[in-house]
Nanobody, 123 residues
Framework: QVQLVESGGGLVQAGGSLRLSCAASGRTFSNYDMGWFRQAPGKERDIVARISRSGSSIYYTNSVKGRFTISRDNAKNTVYLQMNSLKPEDTAVYYC????????????????WGQGTQVTVSS
């Protein structure tokens, strides 16, 4: 089992920044790819960013490229999502997830999920 706890969400004005953190415990953190997903009301939970176990491979969905940065510190068992130039359309509950599957672009590729943290961007 891997336990994941997100923090860092909140209310911010458009153009502002937030840094999300996801602390992991349980099994060896460095054995897992880590993803950040988000889910807005009435919408699907979609991937925002993903980082491989070593950090050598990183993916961003198009809408956040150039604004968000995913990183991980395997010594601290933590993955981060730095969010800059936030827009109202970034408003959602953000989830971190851990997985080992090839299908990392979808929810099916992840075995463990955090409880989510709310990000609200006002215009």
């Amino acid at each position: 089992q891997v336990q994941l706890v997100e923090s860092g969400g909140g209310l911010v004005q458009a153009g502002g920044s937030l840094r999300l953190s996801c602390a992991a415990s349980g099994r060896t953190f460095s054995n897992y790819d880590m993803g950040w997903f988000r889910q807005a009301p009435g919408k699907e939970r979609d991937i925002v960013a993903r980082i491989s176990r070593s950090g050598s491979s990183i993916y961003y969905t198009n809408s956040v490229k150039g604004r968000f940065t995913i990183s991980r510190d395997n010594a601290k068992n933590t993955v981060y999502l730095q969010m800059n130039s936030l827009k109202p359309e970034d408003t959602a509950v953000y989830y971190c997830a851990a997985g080992q599957a090839m299908d990392w672009r979808t929810k099916r590729g992840y075995d463990y999920w955090g409880q989510g943290t709310q990000v609200t961007v006002s215009s």
